[in-house]
């Protein structure tokens, strides 16, 4: 069975050639470069400035969100356009989501939902022509994956809001031009009638923004003292956030999907080939191929889970439980490869080897697996939210939020 993208409609042939044409153009000159992961200790500012200027040549053509209405910074083309510019930049080991380090993925398609008509003219172009850089700062010091006990607060005063906590664990090593967070605005409130999402400038006074080293690269912690945010920056209204951050999380947590796969394993089954123990390639060894088969196995079925949320998505009929359904088998997968990945290779998989593209470096797989365990909340945020959608437990099934 085939479950390949299908052959191009007729109406996107020329798209395609037009596209292939463009990219390859932009990539040349460029084949130096070794991509970077979303969490890195690589923090290459060559690949960096050349990633944000090829974002934002998609985005001034409407490319780097093309299926967004014009008017706000979308070219209003259709899914067929959508697949050829996201297979095309695969070519080249990118992807719409991820060509440079911004959370507009995210940011974008919640302000479709959930922002006024003045701001999505406001607010999106800028995001989806890739301007600027927006983080996500949800996680605090003492909140844990209980996002609902948010405790950094957004007081109102006036036209404003006084914000004052810390978020940790987010961004990376360059400053973001605004951070998307989540607020309580009635410290009395009932636990989620008392929140609130914020659009942040980075650059109000009261934002400070440090370093914190860690396994999978640098993160940040952000302190808000007295920061004064105007209220046009509130997104959904006050005391709604919850029903935003459900919107939000639902991407966050696999309901985006992607169309390309992991190209780990080709590089996986090359070092097998070419490796010799004992005078026989690795692959030679019955365990080693077991071993490559059953990660071979995991990363396609990672990539069918990913493709049918994909589909879900922009079809906009949003599959149940597809999302943590998603997550959770790639958190545990990532695991499971790290590990095989130390059978296989032994002390070669904790190497770092800065010749190849980080995702598909043994040793960023090896760190990936623990690493990547609490990013988005734990295993048991998925496991939870997976039984509310198929009710289990619950006289109800709890259905997915609306995602664009």
């Known amino acids: 069975m085939d479950f390949n993208v299908s052959a191009d409609p007729p109406q996107v042939v020329e798209f395609r050639k037009e596209v292939s044409a463009w990219i390859a153009e932009q990539m040349r000159g460029h084949e130096h470069l070794r991509w970077s992961a ?3 200790t690589r923090e290459d500012e060559e690949e960096y400035r050349f990633r944000r200027g090829l974002a934002q040549k998609l985005g001034a053509k409407g490319w780097l969100f093309p299926m967004f209405p014009k008017e706000y910074g979308g070219a209003g083309l259709t899914i067929d356009h959508q697949l050829v510019l996201e297979t095309e930049l695969f ?5 719409l989501s991820h060509v440079f380090y911004t959370l507009a993925r995210i940011v974008a398609p919640v302000l479709i939902r959930w922002g006024t008509e003045e701001q999505k003219r406001e607010f999106l172009p800028p995001i989806t022509r890739a301007e600027i ?4 700062v949800l996680t605090e010091p003492h909140g844990g994956s209980d996002l609902a006990n948010v405790q950094t607060k957004a007081i109102r005063d006036g036209n404003e809001y006084v914000v004052n906590g810390q978020k940790v664990m987010v961004g990376h090593h360059l400053p973001p031009d605004y951070l998307w967070t989540i607020v309580c605005t009635n410290p009395q409130g009932k636990r ?3 929140l609130a999402w914020l659009h942040i400038p980075a650059n109000l006074p009261g934002i400070e923004i440090q370093h914190m080293y860690m396994m999978m690269g640098i993160k940040n912690s952000v302190f808000f003292d007295n920061v004064r945010v105007p209220a046009k920056y509130l997104i959904g209204g006050e005391n ?7 919107t939000h999380l639902e991407l966050e947590h696999g309901g985006d999907g992607r169309i390309g796969m992991d190209p780990l394993i080709e590089r996986v089954v090359e070092y097998c080939r070419s490796t010799h123990i004992g005078g026989k390639p690795i692959l030679e060894d019955p365990r080693a191929r077991e071993l490559v088969a059953d990660m071979m196995i995991d990363l396609n079925t990672l990539r069918r889970f990913n493709q049918r949320n994909y589909w879900h998505r922009f079809t906009k009929k949003p599959h149940p439980y597809g999302g943590p359904q998603q997550r959770y088998f ?5 695991l499971r490869n790290g590990e095989r990945l ?3 290779m032994g002390a070669d998989a904790l190497v770092q080897d800065l010749s190849v593209h980080e995702v598909v470096d043994f040793e ?6 623990p690493g990547q365990l609490h990013g988005g909340g734990t295993l048991d945020t998925d496991r939870l939210i997976f039984a509310r959608r198929l009710g289990l437990g619950r006289p109800t099934k709890e259905t997915a939020p609306e995602t664009h």
């Open 38 to 40: 979303s969490w890195s």
């Open 364 to 369: 960023y797989a090896v760190r990936t697996g």
């Open 240 to 246: 709604n956030g919850w029903k935003v951050a459900n």
């Open 192 to 194: 989620h009638e008392n």
């Open 330 to 334: 790639q958190r545990m997968m990532r």
């Open 342 to 344: 130390q059978s296989l």
């Open 91 to 95: 070519k080249f080991g990118l992807n």
């Open 133 to 136: 850089c927006v983080w996500q």
